[in-house]
């Protein structure tokens, strides 16, 4: 198989899944990489826990979702311990949640069970040398949750700084992120051209902005649910 040259030693792998066809099945995709050995199977997490101390494994490949002690949790206690092994979650349950956790315990990486046999084996090397190791799938939903965390991040400060304004300010805010003129937003509020005006000032005054414009995408950042914009 490929990238062999990468590996300087033998690679003690520890395989943890509750299901025995699935630790038969790694156990002979592993046995065709010369530089792999696989030195014992667990059925759990706590299991595994024990079988790695035992056995000092430089990798462990962890199943998820396993009766009793789960992956998860045993990923935390075999990368709290010294010395700790790598740690590849693989499993078929992508959730982000599982990823982002799996990444914050300390895993070296993580990847679904279809990943075909030669590149689970480079995998494997990788994690033994400290390198991360990432589907390309699970990447990119890693990527759009991070993307995902950074917008309900910017949401909640946009509405943060909204809540500085008063109701009425609030309201002539949110008319100006539909793009109403001041005329429009005093002739659907009853209000006098001079009182809009004067709320603008004040809601520019408290947000710290300079234009209307920035006003309108603070609102949106806000992602309130706007009256319909102007005809």
């Given at each position: 198989m490929a990238d062999v040259s990468d590996a300087a030693e033998i690679i003690d792998v520890l395989l943890v899944d509750d299901d025995p066809v699935v630790r038969f099945g790694l156990t002979m995709m592993l046995r065709g990489a010369?530089?792999?050995?696989?030195?014992?199977?667990?059925?759990?997490?706590?299991?595994?826990?024990?079988?790695?101390?035992?056995?000092?494994p430089a990798v462990v490949l962890m199943d998820i979702r396993m009766p009793g002690t789960d992956g998860l949790t045993a990923?935390?206690?075999?990368?709290?311990?010294?010395?700790?092994?790598?740690?590849?979650?693989?499993?078929?349950?992508?959730?982000?949640?599982?990823?982002?956790?799996?990444?914050?315990?300390?895993?070296?990486?993580f990847l679904l069970k279809d990943t075909p046999p030669d590149e689970l084996v480079v995998a494997i090397r990788h994690a033994a040398q400290g390198r991360p190791v990432l589907s390309p799938e699970v990447t990119r939903r890693l990527i759009a949750r991070v993307a995902e965390s950074e917008q309900d991040s910017r949401r909640g400060a946009a509405r943060r700084r909204l809540?500085?304004?008063?109701?009425?300010?609030?309201?002539?805010?949110?008319?100006?992120?539909?793009?109403?003129?001041?005329?429009?937003?005093?002739?659907?509020?009853?209000?006098?051209?001079?009182?809009?005006?004067?709320?603008?000032?004040?809601?520019?005054?408290?947000?710290?902005?300079?234009?209307?414009?920035?006003?309108?995408?603070?609102?949106?950042?806000?992602?309130?649910?706007?009256?319909?914009?102007?005809?």
């Amino acid at each position: 198989m490929a990238d062999v040259s990468d590996a300087a030693e033998i690679i003690d792998v520890l395989l943890v899944d509750d299901d025995p066809v699935v630790r038969f099945g790694l156990t002979m995709m592993l046995r065709g990489a010369p530089d792999l050995r696989v030195v014992a199977e667990a059925g759990d997490g706590a299991e595994a826990v024990e079988l790695a101390r035992r056995h000092n494994p430089a990798v462990v490949l962890m199943d998820i979702r396993m009766p009793g002690t789960d992956g998860l949790t045993a990923t935390e206690t075999l990368r709290s311990g010294s010395p700790a092994p790598q740690v590849i979650v693989l499993t078929t349950f992508d959730a982000d949640a599982h990823v982002l956790r799996a990444l914050r315990a300390g895993a070296a990486g993580f990847l679904l069970k279809d990943t075909p046999p030669d590149e689970l084996v480079v995998a494997i090397r990788h994690a033994a040398q400290g390198r991360p190791v990432l589907s390309p799938e699970v990447t990119r939903r890693l990527i759009a949750r991070v993307a995902e965390s950074e917008q309900d991040s910017r949401r909640g400060a946009a509405r943060r700084r909204l809540d500085l304004l008063g109701d009425r300010e609030r309201e002539v805010a949110i008319e100006i992120g539909t793009g109403r003129s001041n005329a429009e937003i005093a002739a659907r509020h009853h209000l006098g051209l001079t009182t809009v005006k004067t709320h603008v000032s004040a809601i520019l005054t408290k947000l710290r902005l300079n234009n209307r414009v920035q006003v309108a995408l603070l609102v949106h950042d806000a992602e309130l649910d706007l009256p319909d914009g102007p005809d």
